[in-house]
């Protein structure tokens, strides 16, 4: 009797974990960045082969970057606060479908797909899923994460001592041997948006996340068009 207990227990258990979270194809409370902010620069890199994978991924039909329209009020927030201190945003990546991350699983599952090892030089690809920089579940996927980072007004580079994407502790936010200037421009971007409602991460300092973000458990997978 108490093996069979145990056992309607552990079904409840996964049902329960099952219906955590939900997929949803309803993209009513999204909207483009460029709707909201005029001036915001882009380079999807998932929309092209310029990322880890070395190819463009499924769900990016074409180079908008989306979010739901709580975050994007808080982008515009940080948005603002940047434009007075001579800054634009550059915005790498934004909502991602979740077919796009089951793309990412699939390809580092590939044993002859090397992809791009710039992006993971010190890494074999098996340690982007088991180190928890690939995610099978991704908060960019609930449309309220946001991978960005600095430009001037002019449009020319500002130096934030690494590029996006890079797995490696070069991109922690306090990576000890950063330049001032660099520690000084993530820092200026940090500040912006944490200031205007959202979260970094300690692993990728272009990384944010809305804190009060409209769908904690729920995963879109409409697609980018």
Not at 13 to 27: H, P
Not at 39 to 58: E, H, V
Not at 63 to 85: F, H, N
């Amino acid at each position: 009797m108490k093996k069979i207990v145990l056992t309607v227990f552990s079904i409840l258990c996964f049902v329960s974990g099952a219906f955590a979270s939900q997929i949803s194809y309803d993209k009513s409370d999204f909207a483009p960045v460029s709707t909201v902010i005029d001036d915001a620069a882009y380079d999807i890199r998932y929309y092209s082969s310029n990322n880890f994978t070395g190819n463009k991924i499924n769900g990016y039909k074409a180079p908008v970057a989306y979010m739901t329209k709580e975050a994007l009020q808080a982008l515009s927030v940080a948005a603002a606060d940047l434009r007075q201190q001579g800054y634009r945003l550059l915005i790498w990546d934004t909502y991602r479908p979740q077919k796009a991350v089951d793309n990412f699983v699939e390809w580092i599952n590939n044993p002859n797909d090397d992809g791009d090892k710039t992006f993971y030089p010190d890494l074999k690809k098996s340690q982007l899923l088991e180190g928890q920089y690939i995610m099978a579940k991704s908060g960019h996927t609930r449309g309220s994460t946001i991978d960005l980072t600095l430009m001037k007004k002019d449009g020319s580079f500002v130096d934030m001592g690494g590029t996006f994407d890079l797995f490696s502790e070069i991109s922690h936010p306090d990576y000890k041997k950063l330049t001032k200037e660099q520690k000084k421009n993530r820092k200026i971007l940090h500040d912006a948006m944490i200031k205007a409602g959202f979260n970094g991460i300690d692993s990728e300092w272009w990384h944010f996340t809305l804190k009060n973000e409209p769908y904690p458990d729920t995963y879109f997978d409409f697609n980018i068009e």
